[in-house]
């Protein structure tokens, strides 16, 4: 799932988002470039082109969906930008205090509190880095990610969506330490490693990483490009997902899915347009299904930072499309392997806890002690 970002406190200005295009114009536009000619016809493999070969850091603490307190107004005031960021920086440098070697373990069932440490008793916020300020396009800071629809939060669901986000919720809700998947009809969540997440699994980072459409999350999030004549590649820091994206080509045919769906890119002057189908039943963007649509752009701003652009369709899901926009500023910053799947102890920790919650709960309806040796818990 998507990790919300914190929300910014204080006065808005009045100004409304100027420049944000609306959803109407979009399509229109589409629809008259669609009717012009194809990607692979309007691509101009002679042109020069700007190249995007570098390392970002997308991390911003600007959150995804807008603060529904701010209503339609895109543009956040750089006194209230600056606030917000202090008082990010005052809670990071409290949350990365040395833990005390000397503390007690935590209580049974966690002490209750939220953010970086869970509430089983982690330790501080030092792997935590989802940005240090809020976004600025054009020199404007912004509110939130999305920008369509105008109130900058995703719109509503279908039935069927709706019937699915309830299913998932149910399915995934949280585990209170009494096994009460044993009484569900079907696979349990803790049957074994397939019937957990893809992030869980190491298959695809959470939050939707790798997208696309590629989001910013909770940490790991550098994106590094490598641009060639005939292909563009981005290794996501999160996990090992690298999207390789296909210059002036055709998607393959619509039995052939994979889990970033196919991305095909062609230029529209210095802005490379992405277009990705082909997804499998679970995408890496929470309740998306197969029949997922994402376009991107990826352009320089003045600045030379690269803006990144996205719109999101499904029709199984949502009644309408959404997108939004954020920097990718460039970061001297290397991206090593991160090796979800080496010594991933955690799911191991997952699936022998859950049998020791079935062996206690079995034993506790027939009125017999739990077995330490057995596996039960005890005392």
Known sequence: ?????????????????????????????????????????????????????????????????????????????????????????????????????????????????????????????????????????????????????????????????????AARRAFYRENTGEAWWLELDGPGPYDGPESRTLSDRCLLGFGSTGGPPMLPTLYNNHKRIVQTPDHVMILVEMVHDARVIRMNSEHAPPEVRRWLGDSIGWWEGDTLVVDTTNFTDRPALSMATRDLHVVERFRRAADGTLIYSFFVEDPNVWTEPWGGEYPWPASDDRVYEYACHEGNYAMEGILKGARILEADKLAAEAGDAPDVGAGGSGN
Request: hydrophobic fraction near 35%; glycine fraction near 12%; charge should be negative.
């Open 1 to 165: 799932m998507q990790v919300e970002q914190e929300t910014y406190t204080g006065a808005m200005t009045s100004r409304p988002a100027g420049g944000a295009s609306r959803p109407g114009a979009v399509a229109l536009l589409a629809v008259l470039a669609s009717a012009l000619c194809s990607p692979l016809a309007c691509a101009d493999a002679a042109g020069d082109r700007p190249d995007f070969t570098g390392t970002y850091d997308t991390a911003t603490m600007t959150p995804l969906q807008r603060p529904k307190e701010y209503g339609d107004q895109l543009i956040l005031t750089p006194e209230v930008a600056e606030a917000a960021a202090r008082q990010r920086a005052a809670y990071m440098a409290e949350r990365s205090r040395d833990s005390d070697p000397e503390r007690d373990a935590p209580p049974a069932g966690g002490d209750g509190s939220t953010g970086a440490s869970g509430n089983v008793g982690g330790y501080n916020a030092f792997w935590i880095d989802n940005g240090e300020t809020a976004i600025r396009i054009d020199g404007e800071y912004r509110t939130s990610i999305l920008t369509t629809p105008g109130n900058g939060r995703r719109p509503a669901m279908t039935p069927d969506g709706q019937k699915r986000a």
